[in-house]
Structures are given as structure tokens and as C-alpha cells.
């Protein structure tokens, strides 16, 4: 069956940098783009960008250029997000999801990693 | 960027009770709409795409409709497994933008 399992929770300091992981299964992970959606605490949902799984080339939305990096470890059919000179309001569940190509919706979502910044 | 405003921001209805969520785009869409919902604790999961068509597994008692700038989702008999909160998104241009949200409780 198709999975996406993300990394474990995460606490770090501000102006430390931190890589969570999106491992998918079930299903070739190069014919369908990565997205990734950014959700603060008690907030609503913000898409972040994606990155094309086959050819490897990200693109973010412009809040989140500059700090945020979309990677792939393709062999391992994993997808990647780092974050860098973090913040204390890049505190949030960060999740994976994958957008199907028929229908252009993200039918499976990763469970999501939490990400707690404080000193 | 697309502006999504969700209305009611926080419903509660008895069980069997039909109810509505509203979703409001700041210019058309063209119909590309997706549902979500998400329970506590849990990741989104995807109720409607594209308006109106179900997505594999999904009751029927979801339903969408809309167009233009208006869209709707139905639960035509709420059930107490659908406390959460619904989300929309538009997928018409980048960037993607979610609604605000609509908590639904159970009275």
C-alpha cells in the first residue's frame, strides 16, 4: 500500500538547522511530485512548494525562499526538507504529500513532523 | 495569491443534521477546489477534488458543488466520526492556498 513516513519530532535552538525526511512506499516514487505544507501550531494549513521528483528541480512559495531547501535521495525514494537559521516561528508540523498526476490533488499526506524551536 | 475565506469558522450540529461548509475564492477557480479534512492530531486527508468528485473511500454523505468564486461541501447526515476541521484549497495558480478552516463539532 502507498505510504509516506516521515522523520521523528524535532527540538532545536534558534539559528540551528534541521533536515526532515518523507520516505515513500508502494509506488514509483519518481512519476509523482513532492509537495510540502507547513502547519503552526492550533493554525491552519500553508503550502510551502514542491520538487520534481524525476528531475530533482524545487520550487518554493516565496515565504519560504531563502532558508528552505526540497532535496531527494531518489534511490531511497525520500524527500527531503532542511531548514536553516531556524526561528522560533518556524515552530509547526511540517508534512509531505504526494500530488497525484490524474487528478492534481494530494491524496496521500506523510503523518507530519513536528518541529519546536526554542532556546 | 488567492485569497480562500472559510465560513462558519466553527460549527456544531446534532447527528443525522445536514450541514454546510462554505469556501470563498477572491476571484474564479475554475472548479479547481479540494476538500480536506483533518481530525486531531492527524494528517489531512482528501475528501473532494476538482468540486465535486468523491475520493476513493470517502462516504457518500460528502458532497461538493460550486463554482466561480463559491464553493460548497455538504455532509448530508452528520456522524459523530466527523468532528474535525475541513479545509479548503485552490489549485487554480501558485501560489496553492489553503482556507482558514471550519472546526465542526458534534452538539
Known amino acids: 500500500q502507498i505510504q509516506l513516513v516521515q522523520s521523528g519530532p524535532e527540538l532545536k535552538k534558534p539559528g540551528e538547522s534541521v533536515k526532515i525526511s518523507c520516505k515513500a512506499s508502494?509506488?514509483?516514487?519518481?512519476?509523482?511530485?513532492m509537495h510540502w505544507v507547513k502547519q503552526a501550531p492550533g493554525k491552519g494549513l500553508k503550502w510551502m512548494g514542491w520538487i520534481n521528483t524525476y528531475t530533482g528541480k524545487p520550487t518554493y512559495a516565496d515565504d519560504f525562499k531563502g532558508r528552505f531547501v526540497f532535496s531527494l535521495e531518489a534511490s531511497a525514494s525520500t524527500a527531503n526538507l532542511q531548514i536553516s537559521n531556524l526561528k522560533n516561528e518556524d515552530t509547526a508540523t511540517y508534512f509531505c504529500?504526494?500530488?497525484?498526476?490524474?487528478?492534481?490533488?494530494?491524496?496521500?499526506w506523510g503523518q507530519g513532523v513536528m518541529v519546536t524551536v526554542s532556546s | 495569491d488567492i485569497q480562500m475565506t472559510q465560513s462558519p469558522s466553527f460549527l456544531s450540529a446534532s447527528v443525522g443534521e445536514r450541514v454546510t461548509l462554505s469556501c470563498k475564492a477572491s476571484q474564479n477557480i475554475n472548479k479547481y477546489l479540494d476538500w480536506y479534512q483533518q481530525k486531531l492530531g492527524e494528517a489531512p486527508k482528501l475528501l473532494i477534488y476538482?468540486?465535486?468528485n468523491l475520493h476513493t473511500g470517502i462516504p457518500s454523505r460528502f458532497s461538493g458543488s460550486g463554482s466561480g468564486t463559491d464553493y460548497t461541501l455538504t455532509i448530508s447526515s452528520l456522524q459523530p466520526e466527523d468532528v474535525a476541521t475541513y479545509f479548503c484549497?485552490?489549485?487554480?495558480?501558485?501560489?496553492?492556498?489553503f482556507g482558514s478552516g471550519t472546526k465542526l463539532e458534534i452538539k
Open positions: 504529500a504526494r500530488l497525484d498526476t490524474t487528478d492534481y490533488c494530494f491524496d496521500y
Open positions: 508502494g509506488y514509483t516514487f519518481t512519476d509523482y511530485a
Open positions: 476538482n468540486t465535486n
Open positions: 484549497l485552490q489549485r487554480n495558480s501558485w501560489p496553492l492556498t
